[in-house]
C-alpha cells in the first residue's frame, strides 16, 4: 500500500488515469442499468 | 441529422481523451501541444478535463429536474416528472462521480481525502439533497403524491444553494482554483496567490477543456433521453396491464 | 338572495393506474338537491373531497360561482360544510370545545348559546362536555353534522348521510335535507336506495368509467 | 390573523392535554445535554466547539419535536377537518407559529442548562448571540414546518425528517455556530453584520416559498 502510494505520488499521470477510469466506470453502470431496465421492458411485453 | 450529435460526441471525447494524456508538461512551453508546468500540480493538472464537467454535470442535473419538476406542478403531467426523476438519477451518479475522483485527487494534492473547502462542502450538500430526494420519492406510494412532493422538495432545497456559492467561501478558506483568502496584513478578502489556487488555464488547455465540457454535456442529454424514455416506456406498459 | 352554481368539467380522477373516474360533466344550482350513487369503490367519497376543494383532481375543472362571481379555490372552504365517513374531529376536546374552536378559527361571529342551539339540533346537549373520545359512532356522526352546519354554508355535501343513525337521528338528516336553504344546494353521496328519495337528480358514478370503450 | 392565532390556539391545547410530546422533548434534551457533559468531563475546549454543540443539540431537539404539527393531524386523521375549516396559508402559519413558540422554548432550555452546566459557555457579545436566537429560531421553524409537512404524507416519517431538513438546515446552522462564537469570544456585532444579513435573507427566503408552495402539499 504505502509503495503504492509512493508510487502515484512520484508519476501523478496515472492519478488522472485512475479519475477518468472512476468517470468511465460511472457512465458504464448507469448504461448497464439501463440495459437491465429495457430487458425488464422486453420480458413485460412479451408476457 | 439526430446521429450527429452522436457522431460528435465521440469524436470530442476522442479528442479530450488523447488532449488529456499526450501534451507533454513542461517549464517553457513552445509548441501548441505543450501544457505549461504549474509548481505544485504538475500532471495532476489534466484532472480538470475529466472531474470539472462531472461537477458541473451535477448541478446541470439538479437544475434540470427541479426544472421538470416544476412543469409537473404546473401543467399535472407524468412525463415531466419521469423526465425530473431521470436527470435527477444522473445527477446523483454525476454527483458522486465528482465526490470520487475529487477527494481520490485530493489524496495526492492537498495530503488527505476531505478537507471541507466550500467546494467540497457544496457537492457533498448536493450529494445529501439528491439522496434527501431519492429517500422522499421511494417513501411515497402514489404517483402523484412522489411527484408532487419531491418537486417542492427539489425547490425547497435549491433555495439553500445561494449560500453555498456566495456566501460559504467567505467563511472557509478554500482550495478550488478561484477561492478567495483573506488578506493577513489588511484582512480583507482578496483572490488567493497560491499557484495551485491562482491556477489559470493556457489557451490550448483551455480547448481541451471546454472541448470535454462539451463532450460531457452531450454525453448527458444523450443517457437522459434514453432513461426518461426508457422510463415513459416502462410507464405505459404498466398502465396497460 | 344568493344564487350558486357548481359547474363540473371534464373531471377525471385516477389512484396511479386505477381510473375512479373520467369526463364527468354536471352542474348544480341554488335549491337543487343531487344524489350521487355507485357501487362501493365507484369514487363517491372521493368526488365529494374533491368538491369540498380537500383533494386535487387529476384533470378538469371543477368552479363554484357565486352570483356570477367566481370563488377562489382557497376560500370555497367558507361556504361548504361536509359530512363524511372519513371526517375524523378531535377526540381529546369536547363536542362544545370542538365547535367553538371551529368556529373561532372560522373566524364566526357565534356566540355559546348558538353553539348550544346547534347541539341540541343534532341531539348532543346533554353530552356537550364529554370528550369525542367516548363518543359512540353515532354520536360521532352527530357532532360531524354539527361542525357541517355551523358556519350555515350555501352547500352542503354529505357522504352516506344515515350511516350509524338511530330513527331520531335520521329524522334530523331528513329534516336537514329537505329544508336546507333555498339558495343553497344539497349534494348526497350514498348507497341507500331510501336515501334516494332526497334528491331531484341521481347520477351514478359506474356510467363514467369509460376506460374500456377507449 | 385571528385565524392563525386560533390554530396556534388549538395545537396549543391539545398539546396542554396530551403532553406526552413535551415531555418526551424535554427530556430530549436533558439526555442529550447530560451526555455531552459526560463526555466532556473537566476538559476545557474551544469555543467553536461549545458553539457547534449547543446548534447540534437545537437542531436535534427541532427534529424529534417540530414534525409533530402535520404528522400528528395526518396519524389521527384530522387533516381533513383542519382543511374544511382554514385555507391552506392560515394553517401553515398557524403550525408555524406553533413551532416557533416551540423551538423559542426549547431552545431557552438548552441555553438555560448551557449556562449552568458549562462555565465555559459564556457569552460576552449578548447583542449578537440574541439576533442570532431570534432569527434562527425563525428561520428553523419555517423550515422544519414546511418539511414535516411533506414528510407527513410519506410513509416512514420518523427517519426521514431529518434527512430532508438536515441539507435544508446546514446553511442556517453554519451561520448560527460563525455569530455564536463570535459572541462567546467578545467580538462586536458589526464583525458579524454578513452572517446576520445572510439569516434574515434565509427566514425572508424560506417562510414566502413555504407560503407559495404549501397549498400543494396539503391538498391530497
Known sequence: METLYNFLEKNSLYIVLIIVLLVWIGIFSFAYKLDKKVKKLEESIKE | ?????????????????????????????????????????????????????????????????????????KRKDMY??????????????????ATVTGSVWAKFTW???????????????????????????????SEEKRARLSAIYSIIAFLTTPFFIFIMPRLMIGLHPGSLEIDPATGQVRASSNPVIKFEMAANMRVVFFLSLIAFTILFFWFWNLAHRILKLEHVSQKEI | MNEIILRVRELKKNFNRRLVFDKLNFEVKSGERLV??????????????????????????????????????????????????????????????????????????ISDDEINKILTRVGLLERKNDLLRTYSSGMKQRIKYA???????????????????????????????????????????????????????????????????? | MKKIFYIFYKDFSSELRMRFALNALIMFVVVAVSTILFSLGSESVAPNVYAGMFWVVVFFSAMSGLSRVFVSEEERGTTLILSLIANPVTVFL??????????????????????FLFQEFLIQNWNSFLLAYVLGNFGISASSTIIAAIISKANVKGTLYPVLAFPVLLPLILMLIEITKSAMEGNPISDVEAELLVLISYDVVMITASILVFDIIWRD
Not at chain 2, 415531466?80 to 462521480?97: N, P, Y
Open chain 2, 1 to 73: 441529422m439526430k446521429n450527429f450529435w452522436k457522431f460528435l460526441l465521440f469524436v470530442l471525447m476522442t479528442i479530450v481523451i488523447i488532449g488529456t494524456f499526450v501534451p507533454p508538461i513542461v517549464q517553457y512551453p513552445k509548441s501548441f501541444f505543450e501544457f505549461p508546468l504549474i509548481p505544485g500540480l504538475e500532471d495532476k493538472a489534466r484532472i480538470i478535463f475529466f472531474h470539472v464537467p462531472t461537477a458541473w454535470l451535477t448541478v446541470l442535473a439538479y437544475l434540470l429536474a427541479m426544472f421538470y419538476g416544476i412543469r409537473y406542478l
Open chain 2, 80 to 97: 415531466d416528472d419521469i423526465k425530473s426523476v431521470s436527470a435527477a438519477a444522473l445527477g446523483f451518479v454525476f454527483c458522486i462521480l
Open chain 2, 111 to 141: 495530503g488527505s481525502f476531505w478537507h471541507w473547502d466550500p467546494r467540497e462542502t457544496s457537492i457533498f450538500i448536493l450529494l445529501l439533497i439528491y439522496g434527501a430526494y431519492f429517500a422522499l420519492r421511494s417513501a411515497l406510494d
Open chain 3, 36 to 109: 350521487i350513487t355507485g357501487k362501493n369503490g365507484s369514487g363517491k367519497s372521493t368526488l365529494l373531497k374533491i368538491l369540498a376543494g380537500v383533494l386535487t383532481e387529476s384533470s378538469g375543472s371543477v368552479e363554484y360561482i357565486l352570483n356570477q362571481k367566481k370563488i377562489d379555490r382557497e376560500n370555497i372552504y367558507q361556504i361548504i360544510g361536509l359530512v363524511s365517513p372519513y371526517l375524523v374531529l378531535y377526540d381529546e376536546f369536547s363536542a362544545f370545545e370542538n365547535l367553538s374552536l371551529f368556529a373561532k378559527i372560522r373566524n364566526l361571529k
Open chain 3, 147 to 214: 361542525s357541517a352546519i355551523l358556519h350555515n354554508p350555501l352547500i352542503l355535501l354529505i357522504d352516506e348521510p344515515t350511516s350509524n343513525l338511530d330513527i331520531e337521528g335520521k329524522n334530523f338528516v331528513e329534516d336537514l335535507i329537505l329544508n336546507f336553504r333555498e339558495d343553497g344546494f344539497v349534494i348526497i353521496a350514498t348507497n341507500e336506495s331510501q336515501d334516494f328519495k332526497y334528491g331531484n337528480r341521481i347520477i351514478n358514478l359506474d356510467e363514467y368509467k369509460n376506460n374500456k370503450n377507449k
Open chain 4, 94 to 115: 398557524g403550525k408555524f407559529l406553533f413551532n416557533l413558540v416551540l423551538i423559542f422554548f426549547i431552545n431557552s432550555v438548552i441555553a438555560l442548562l448551557y449556562m
